[in-house]
């Protein structure tokens, strides 16, 4: 079920996105939030980051997971997501280091460093608020377009399409890595709330396949459509192909 909040511009966006996921840390401090990289939510890190310095919002308690990464970058790179968010966001507030997970881009062939990642989620009994963006093609995570989709995390070939996309992060395509690490569509739909969040006219598409497409493996963000509590917060360029 989606709520839909349609906002001005990017900043009272972000500021829609922050305040939610505050009320919930502040109702539960030890809340697991599911986080996610991409230009997107960055402004709502930054808003977040503000309240921790003005309202002392404390994050020492919280556990976060991140949705995806890419295969074969250290988490020191500066393109690799746990890179971007150690500096964007998880350094500048008080989160204890050992509850900041990521899924590893450094894979040894088995699946073992996915099944424990699966297993740690578990452990906190899962998900309680997971940030969500979307690729134009409907990918959420890295959950990408195909004749089927993955219930678990896995590792994902990503589309020409999105590589493109991605290519902006780097400095040239041809370092774009190939594979990602993603949770599947099961793990994002197990979560107990999401924050979606979309900018820009050039997603507007992608929000209308989301909250009023059929749904469909070749759209993956069509199957939020199932989920229970989805809260969708867009500007108004986004939000210009909704009958409101
Ligand atoms: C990526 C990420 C997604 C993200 C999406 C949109 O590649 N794997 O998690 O939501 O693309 O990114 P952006 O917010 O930069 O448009």
Redesign the pocket.
Known sequence: MFKLRVAEDYKEMSAMGASEIAKQIIENPKLALGL??????IGTYQELIKLHETEKLDFSQITTFN??EYVGLESDHPQSFAHYMWNKFLSKVNIQQENVHFPSGILNETDQTIKEYEQKIKEVNGIDIQI????QNG????NEPNRFLNKNTHIETLTDE?IK??ARFFNEINVVPKK?I?MGIGNILETRKIIFMAYGSE?AYAVKKTLNGKITTEYPSSFLQLHPDVTVILDKEAAKFLSI
Do not use: C
């Open positions: 996610s990289a991409g230009s997107t939510p949705l995806d969500l963006g979307v690729g990918h959420i995570g890295f999105t996309s991605n990602a993603t997603k």
